[in-house]
């Protein structure tokens, strides 16, 4: 992904999540770098998903600040595990279809618990998964998963072309944020031929957008701000 692009479109995904912040319970810091690492894997591996797991990073609390001016009438303290912190770096655990991808590798199990910890093990604070060409909307296995997160499960939303044997739907019910520069909205009633082109993965596939939301077990959506390393978010 091309730096300019992606700071361009983080700077446009910000000021929607300024203005939308009343409708959130809580916010969430990701770096730029841990985002980028994280769309580049996304390409490396599709059409399959990937996993991510990542800690909060305990010595980058939030920016003075940051916390006053995104958070909205409905903020909760406390909500989830590593909440005020920054997340850290990113680390890819799995890759595979939408039914395998959410288990952990044996070898990233301690085996103390496991089974009281979901099919996750409670490895990481914070869980991110693709949706290779689907929309940023929790599925039922999604929700399923998230319900052993003890911080913030994210959803990176990838539409790409040739598509493969499953199409890009557009007719899904949820909040999403797409991850773009402009402001318009692509129907999925729009020839692959008439998208923009933001990339191209080094799979060959085309990539058409992308969209990313975070959410809490609860079910109550968590207000993402893309940072630089420092936390303070890009304008």
Known sequence: MAQDWLLGAAASYNRHSLESRDDYAAILLMPIKTLSDIIEWTFRSLPDEILVGIDPDVDLPHPEGVDTRFSGVDFQARLFAGQGFVLGNPHLVNRGDSFSVHHVPEEWIDGLFA?????????????????????????????????????????????????????????????????????????????????????????????????????????????????????????
């Not at 949706?131 to 296995?141: E, F, I, L, R």
């Not at 998230?146 to 019910?173: N, Y």
């Open 115 to 235: 089974k009281d910890r979901g099919s996750r093990g409670g490895r990481f604070t914070h869980w991110i998964h693709s949706h290779p060409n689907a929309v940023a909307v929790p599925s039922g296995a999604d929700a399923e998963a998230a319900q052993w997160t003890e911080g913030c499960d994210m959803i990176l939303g990838v539409r790409f072309s040739p598509e493969g044997l499953l199409p890009w739907f557009d007719e899904v019910g949820g909040t999403r944020r797409r991850l773009s520069q402009e402001d318009s909205v692509y129907s999925g009633d729009i020839s692959l031929n008439d998208l923009p082109v933001i990339g191209r993965a080094a799979t060959g596939h085309r990539i058409h957008g992308l969209e990313i939301i975070a959410f809490h077990r609860t079910g109550l959506g968590i207000n993402l701000i893309i940072t630089n390393s420092n936390g303070v978010p890009i304008e």
